[in-house]
Every structure is written in structure tokens, then in C-alpha cells.
Nanobody, 115 residues
Framework: QVQLVESGGGLVQPGGSLRLSCAASVSIFSISAMGWYRQAPGKERELVARTFNYGSSNYADSVKGRFTISRDNAKNTVYLQMNSLKPEDTAVYYC?????????WGQGTQVTVSS
């Protein structure tokens, strides 16, 4: 089992920044992929950014150049730095981990971009 604890959501004005954190209960070296999804009201959950334990990362087109995913292996934590936030980034953000053949999800953290 992998437990994921998220933090860092909140309310921010357009153009602002937030950093989300996701701490895993196991070594992230054992997690093949770890990242962030988001779900806005009335929409399907979508991939935002993901990092793989062999070093590569990928991003949704809508966030490229604005969001950066990174990892701290010593802390078993993955971060999502979100800059130049837009109202359309408003959603519940979920941390996701894939370990062996199993998928794990965090409880979600609300990000609201509004003036």
C-alpha cells in the first residue's frame, strides 16, 4: 500500500503561483510513475504532469512552460510548481502514484484561481 498526502492548495489571483507537495509513505524509488491530475467541476480528470523514476517527465499541453514537476527522493516527495496561474487552472488536484501494477491516489487539494 502507498499513502499519498498532499498539501499546498489554496486561493490565488490570476498570474500568481502555488506549489503543491505530495509525500509518499514508501520510497519513491519503488514508484514507477508519480504525478498530478486535476478535475474541474463537470469535467473529467486529466493528467497535469508526471515524472518517472528513470528521470523523464511529461506535461499536459495546457501547462507546459508554466508548471514544473520535481522530486526530492530523500523526502519521498514530489512537487508541482505552478506559475502564471489562470482561472482555467481551477480544479481539485490529485496526486497519483503507480507502483508495480497498482494505482494510488491522494485525497485531493483544491486550487482556485480567481480575482
Amino acid at each position: 500500500q502507498v499513502q499519498l498526502v498532499e498539501s499546498g492548495g489554496g486561493l490565488v489571483q490570476p498570474g500568481g503561483s502555488l506549489r503543491l507537495s505530495c509525500a509518499a509513505s514508501v520510497s519513491i524509488f519503488s514508484i514507477s510513475a508519480m504525478g498530478w491530475y486535476r478535475q474541474a467541476p463537470g469535467k473529467e480528470r486529466e493528467l497535469v504532469a508526471r515524472t518517472f523514476n528513470y528521470g523523464s517527465s511529461n506535461y499536459a499541453d495546457s501547462v507546459k512552460g508554466r508548471f514544473t514537476i520535481s522530486r526530492d527522493n530523500a523526502k519521498n516527495t514530489v512537487y508541482l510548481q505552478m506559475n502564471s496561474l489562470k482561472p482555467e487552472d481551477t480544479a481539485v488536484y490529485y496526486c497519483h502514484a503507480r507502483r508495480w501494477e497498482d494505482d494510488y491516489w491522494g485525497q485531493g487539494t483544491q486550487v482556485t484561481v480567481s480575482s
